[in-house]
């Protein structure tokens, strides 16, 4: 025995199907696009390295010693960073003179007292085959455009066989 479906009963259930459909086109229509290419590269992030203290702040206030917790190791002409209690800090420019455990740095910036904490940020090496251009992971037709480039920059820097028979 079949029941009968009233109108009535078919408009209800019309009416409660459509706003679900309706939602669930459009979770279907917002898909984002894959990323084209490689991923970007992070750069490496560095941590300050507590080095030591200031020592001693001459009265001129141009340079400061530091007293190193640990050998002296930090290059000349490296950048260091003091940093105070209240808040102070200061730029110090390391001059490569040491003895001992003190060690003399040149004041760029900034104010230093006597027992700031000193940081040293180490420079991470980069590998030398990053430092050099690659046009290798280019899509074919960007790299042969790169290459035409380079031809055509080649050329105009051949000196010309006429001005050379000229002069």
């Not at 027992?115 to 050099?132: H, M, N, Y």
């Amino acid at each position: 025995m079949q029941l009968p479906i009233k109108p009535c009963h078919m408009a209800a259930f019309l009416i409660c199907l459509l706003p679900i459909l309706a939602l669930a086109s459009c979770s279907l229509s917002k898909e984002e696009p894959a990323p084209t290419g490689p991923a970007p590269k992070k750069e490496p992030v560095t941590l300050p390295r507590l080095i030591g203290r200031i020592a001693s702040v001459p009265a001129d206030h141009r340079f400061v010693l530091i007293q190193s917790y640990a050998k002296w190791d930090i290059a000349p002409d490296s950048i260091l960073t003091s940093r105070g209690n209240d808040g102070r800090t200061a730029n110090l420019l390391a001059t490569g003179e040491h003895l001992g455990q003190y060690a003399a740095a040149d004041l760029q910036s900034g104010q230093v007292a006597v027992g700031d904490a000193v940081f040293d940020r180490p420079e991470i090496q980069s590998k030398a085959d990053d430092l050099t251009p690659s046009i290798t992971n280019l899509p074919p037709a960007l790299q042969r455009a790169v290459e035409i480039q380079e031809t055509e920059k080649a050329k105009k820097d051949e000196p010309d066989e006429k001005t050379e028979k000229a002069q």
